[in-house]
C-alpha cells in the first residue's frame, strides 16, 4: 500500500482542466516542500512534470501546475490535450525511506 | 548529455542470483544519488533505496530493506542492484533514477531494466 493517495483515475473532455489531489502526512507531503509529480505514458519511463511543489522543469508545458496545503498536494492540468493522456504518480521527501511514491492515477481524455 | 543506461533485461529461475547496472554519463556521478524504482507489471512506482557513489552512503526503504543490495563503482560510474535469491515476485521493471538526497526530483531516469522470474 502506497505511502500518498491518490484517486485511482479521474477523467476530462479535451479543453477542460483537472486537478489530481495527492494526500499523505506531516512526515512526508505536510512536512517538507519537495512534492514533485510524474507522468508515465505505457512502456515509457516517468517524466518529471513538477517539482519542490510548485517548479517546472524546462520544457515541460505551462498547462501543468502544482499546489499544496497542508498534508494534499495537488498537480492541475489545464487546457486538456489528447497527449495528457497517461499516468500520473505524485512523490515527496520523507525522511525514513527518503522518497515515497503515491498509488498513481490514470488520466483518460475523453 | 546527462545519461543512464542500464543493463538489459534478464530471465532468471526462482532462486538464481542477479546483479543488475544503471551507468551515469554527462554529469560528475559522484555529485548526485542514484535511487532504483521497482514498477511490477500493471502496477504503480515504489521507491527501492538510494546511494550516493562518492562515498556508497546507501539508504533503503523499509520494504525492501534486507530484500536487495544496493552498490555503486565510482571508477566506471555504474550502480548496482543485486539479489541473491530472486523469487517470482520479483518480476518488474526497475528503474535507476538521478536524485539529490533530500529532494523529490527525479531529473534523469534510466530506461529500465524488465526482470523476469520464472
Known amino acids: 500500500q502506497s505511502a500518498l493517495t491518490l484517486p485511482a483515475s479521474v477523467s476530462g473532455s479535451p479543453g477542460q482542466s483537472i486537478t489530481i489531489s495527492c494526500t499523505g502526512t506531516s512526515s512526508d507531503v505536510g512536512g517538507y516542500n519537495y512534492v514533485s509529480w510524474y507522468q508515465q505514458h505505457p512502456g515509457k519511463a516517468p517524466k518529471l512534470m513538477i517539482y519542490d511543489v510548485s517548479h517546472r522543469p524546462l520544457g515541460v508545458s505551462n498547462r501543468f501546475s502544482g499546489s499544496k496545503s497542508g498534508n494534499t498536494a495537488s498537480l492541475t492540468i489545464s487546457g486538456l490535450q489528447a497527449e495528457d493522456e497517461a499516468h500520473y504518480y505524485c512523490s515527496s521527501y520523507s525522511a525514513s525511506s527518503t522518497l515515497e511514491f503515491g498509488g498513481g492515477t490514470k488520466l483518460t481524455v475523453l | 548529455e546527462v545519461q543512464l543506461e542500464q543493463s538489459g533485461a534478464e530471465v532468471k529461475k526462482p532462486g538464481e542470483s542477479l546483479k543488475i547496472s544503471c551507468k551515469g554519463s554527462g554529469y560528475i556521478f559522484t555529485s548526485y544519488w542514484i535511487g532504483w524504482v521497482r514498477q511490477m507489471p500493471g502496477k504503480g512506482l515504489e521507491w527501492m533505496g538510494i546511494i550516493y557513489p562518492a562515498d556508497s552512503d546507501t539508504r533503503y526503504s523499509p520494504s525492501f530493506q534486507g530484500q536487495v543490495t544496493i552498490s555503486a563503482d565510482k571508477s566506471i560510474s555504474t550502480a548496482f542492484l543485486q539479489w541473491n535469491s530472486l523469487k517470482a515476485s520479483d518480476t518488474a521493471m526497475y528503474y535507476c533514477?538521478?536524485?539529490?538526497?533530500?529532494?523529490?526530483?527525479?531529473?534523469?531516469w534510466g530506461q529500465g531494466t524488465l526482470v523476469t522470474v520464472s
Open positions: 533514477a538521478r536524485k539529490r538526497l533530500i529532494s523529490a526530483r527525479i531529473d534523469y
